[in-house]
């Protein structure tokens, strides 16, 4: 039996296991298995207006507060409720996206075009002698902004607050409130994280690391070797200490020494796939309980996120799995009891199509989530939807082979609830391959009768399966 090797279409295509396409159908620990659907949070509306940009703070006291802006509003979902905790009426523009970050019990937030935010509880208000800035992230003692106006437009600039105080934006060797410019490279600031003590800036092709020095420089930023950078202010995402992030011809893992490339199977495709004059536009977001970092991203052609990939941690595989999403976020439940379930449905018929061991049941317990494109927040905990995978291609240049049989292996209770498997051909490399014909699965395996020198199959599943394995059967049909 021959191990998936995950979506990989810049691969050879005669590699063993690998898929040159699947459709929702990612990377598990063990195998490939079929994408949850998006899922309503139970009794919570859409809000009025795209939302441009969500997060999930948590305070000192471990309480949390769900955000979501648009671009004239700023909202806390209260209970089911979208409580309006604007400080006034916001004046983003079509690319506006908010950023949020969490310094103690203070929740700041900064879209470029208004002053930076501030809220402990209820209402947000600006901060006083703030700058306003694209990025803001708390690192150390400071509130660490990048991208910034602070009168006059700095986009290669950054700014911290006062160290322990994230009111005061007032420059001082005293307080150590400070700002300066990253220019040793061209172009202006994209992106920004903190990972352990330090910050990181990231442009389109190149990054810094920046280290507390203490007074008068306060930060000192070294420039990262190599022509790496980031897309977009939403294509990076800390992943357990490390940084991944989405640069314009591949995509990184930042350790903290040097970026490393993780995505040369896919590398060319998504270029060929991808929209480059708005990749700026990609989201990326981890899903930590199960080791995966989705990436969304707008399709040739698109101008907003509207297809997704999904890339597993630790097996170094990939996936597909498209959804159009306005903002993501790992949305945090307040868990149901049983004496809750009526406020869900009044019969059992009638609850969420949600697995029983779904992060959705359990209280604290993250859920991937997502803004659809109707404004409405979703976690991805739903029922699986169709899914399906292309294989390589198998066969000889110099033997006609018959293929009699591909069976499947699949995790203990994992098998699909019905798949069919359709089978191409053609006798030479470089021509197009010929459809052949469509069988159910019966027993684990699909039986055909198919004589070529190349084969190639398509695989179509419900339920929710995971593959760990497939293997054809052969036998010669004769030689050149």
């Known amino acids: 039996m021959t191990p998936l090797l995950g979506f990989a279409p810049d691969l050879e295509a005669t590699t063993p296991g690998v898929l040159i396409d699947c459709d929702q159908f990612i990377p598990s620990e063990a195998g490939m298995e079929a994408a949850n659907s998006p899922q309503d949070v139970t009794g919570v509306s859409a809000l009025a207006d795209p939302c441009i940009g969500a997060g999930v703070i948590t305070k000192l006291d471990g309480t949390r507060r769900v955000l979501a802006g648009t671009t004239t509003h700023l909202y806390e979902l209260v209970s089911s409720t979208w409580t309006d905790r604007s400080a006034a009426t916001y004046t983003g523009g079509s690319d506006t996206r908010w950023s949020f970050a969490q310094f103690g019990d203070a929740t700041i937030a900064a879209n470029r075009a208004d002053t930076i935010q501030r809220s402990t509880a209820g209402a947000f208000a600006a901060i006083s002698g703030a700058p306003k800035a694209e990025i803001v992230f708390s690192v150390g003692t400071f509130v660490m902004a990048l991208n910034v106006n602070d009168g006059a437009d700095k986009p290669n600039g950054w700014h911290c607050c006062a160290s322990f105080d994230d009111t005061d934006w007032t420059e ?31 442009k389109a092709k190149s990054m810094y690391i920046g280290q507390y020095v203490g007074a008068p420089t306060v930060w000192d930023w070294i420039p990262v070797p190599g022509e790496v950078g980031c897309v977009g202010k939403e294509a990076v995402v800390d992943v357990d200490g490390a940084l991944f992030f989405v640069g314009d011809d591949q995509f990184w893992v930042f350790d903290g020494t040097q970026p490393i490339p993780v995505g040369n199977q896919v590398r060319q495709w998504f270029a060929d796939n991808s929209d480059s004059a708005n990749l700026y536009k990609t989201k990326c977001v981890f899903e930590k309980q199960r080791n995966r970092v989705w990436v969304f991203y707008p399709s040739a052609g698109s101008t907003a996120c509207d297809s997704a990939l999904v890339y597993h941690l630790k097996t170094k595989q990939w996936g597909r799995a498209n959804r159009s999403v306005q903002a993501v976020l790992n949305f945090v439940s307040p868990g149901l009891f049983i004496d809750d379930l009526d406020t869900l449905s009044s019969t059992i018929d009638g609850l969420p199509d949600i697995p029983l061991d779904s992060p959705f049941w359990m209280a604290g317990a993250r859920a991937l989530a997502i803004f659809n494109s109707s ?85 179509n599943m419900t339920g929710s399966p995971r593959v760990t394995g497939i293997r054809p059967r052969f036998e010669s049909a004769g030689e050149r």
């Open 375 to 459: 404004n409405q927040l979703q976690t991805m905990t739903g029922e699986p939807e169709p899914s399906s995978f292309v294989t390589g291609d198998a066969g000889e240049d110099d033997m006609v082979t018959l293929l009699q049989q591909v069976r499947l292996r699949f995790a203990a209770g994992r098998a699909p609830a019905t798949a069919s498997c359709t089978v191409y051909r053609k006798m030479n490399s470089g021509e197009s391959y010929s459809v052949g014909t469509t069988s159910q699965m019966n027993d684990g395996k699909f039986d055909m009768l198919q004589a070529a020198r190349w084969h190639r199959a398509i695989v």
């Open 172 to 202: 001082s060797v005293a307080t150590q409130c400070a700002s300066g410019q990253l220019v040793a490279t061209p172009g202006p600031i994209t992106a920004g994280a903190r990972q352990g003590e330090y910050a990181v800036a990231f």
